[in-house]
Nanobody
Framework: QVQLVESGGGLVQTGGSLRLSCAAS????????MGWYRQAPGKRRELVAR???????NYAEFVKGRFTISRDTAKMTAYLEMNNLKPEDTAVYYC??????????WGKGTLVTVSS
């Protein structure tokens, strides 16, 4: 089991920045990658960014150049630095951890609201 707790969401104006954090606990030695997903009202959950144990990253096209995912292995925390935020970035952001390459765990989410 892996427990994930997100923090850092909030209300920000267009063009602003936020940094999300995801603290992992539990069977963290088996985590092969961590990531951030988001779900806007009435839409499906979608990948934002993820990072593997060898620090390989991939991003959704709509955040490239604006968002950066990183992790602190010692703290077992993943971060999502979000810059130049747009109203369409408004969503609940969920942290994901994949255990042993096959089992996914999710946090409860943190709300990001970007005002125009």
């Amino acid at each position: 089991q892996v427990q994930l707790v997100e923090s850092g969401g909030g209300l920000v104006q267009t063009g602003g920045s936020l940094r999300l954090s995801c603290a992992a606990s539990g069977s963290i030695s088996g985590v092969s990658r961590m990531g951030w997903y988001r779900q806007a009202p009435g839409k499906r959950r979608e990948l934002v960014a993820r990072i593997t144990n060898d620090d390989s990253t991939n991003y959704a096209e709509f955040v490239k150049g604006r968002f950066t995912i990183s992790r602190d292995t010692a703290k077992m925390t993943a971060y999502l630095e979000m810059n130049n935020l747009k109203p369409e970035d408004t969503a609940v952001y969920y942290c994901n951890a994949r255990l042993w390459g096959v089992v996914d765990f999710w946090g409860k989410g943190t709300l990001v609201t970007v005002s125009s």
